[in-house]
């Protein structure tokens, strides 16, 4: 019992989570590369959180370079990908269609060694399934609270900026209206000054 809790603590282990944050410029594809096994399983999930309107093209290619899995103009998404041959698998984020605006976009990359994780599943008692399962589920999770993340810095970075103008602004209006009172004091004791003649 404590060797398979042990093998399903080691299973989790191997679960690998990447975090990756990249800009891309108008008219920039950036592509990266995973090799896989056969019925090994990527998950990518992305959002873009800065720049236009927040929109992206993305792809998967499996190694015969064929389009798998194709998205055009999205915000975030999450795709998964069981592979049904080995090598390089490509995924890849495209700002070709913008002309003007950079796009920042942070994705995670979830590997999982889903064949042994499957037999694992099946050669178990019910609380390691049980085990395996809430394992998945943590995963799944902290896919979410890094979506959150990263929608919490745009909407903080929109908030701050937006502050800043509102305080600018105020100071124009503070100065605009310390100017006018003092060009008001100005003309009117210069209106109603008497002129002696000599």
């Known amino acids: 019992m404590n060797r398979n809790l042990l093998f399903t603590l080691l299973l989790l282990i191997l679960q690998n989570v990447y975090t990756m944050t990249i800009e891309l410029k108008p008219g ?3 592509c990266f590369y995973e090799d896989l096994e056969v019925g090994e399983k990527i998950t990518v999930s992305y959002q873009v959180g800065e720049g236009g309107n927040l929109d992206i093209d993305f792809w998967m290619q499996d190694p015969s370079n064929s389009i798998v899995i194709s998205t055009t103009r999205t915000t975030s998404n999450s795709h998964s990908l ?25 994705f995670n990359i979830h590997e ?32 979410q609270q890094e979506y959150i993340v990263v929608r919490e810095r745009q909407h903080r970075d929109t908030a701050e900026s937006t502050n800043a103008r509102v305080k600018w602004w105020s100071i124009g209006q ?3 209206l310390i100017s006018v009172c003092l060009w008001q ?5 210069r209106f109603f000054e008497v002129k002696r003649a000599v």
């Open 174 to 176: 503070l100065g605009l």
């Open 82 to 106: 069981q592979a049904n041959s080995e090598g390089k698998h490509t995924y890849c984020f495209s700002n070709e269609f913008s002309t003007m605006s950079s796009k920042k976009v942070g």
């Open 28 to 30: 920039q594809v950036e």
């Open 185 to 189: 004091i100005y003309y009117l004791t």
């Open 112 to 143: 999982s060694l889903q064949k042994i994780h499957d037999s694992v599943k099946e050669n178990t008692d019910p609380l390691e399934k049980e085990i395996a399962e809430l394992a998945e589920s943590i995963f799944a999770i902290k896919a």
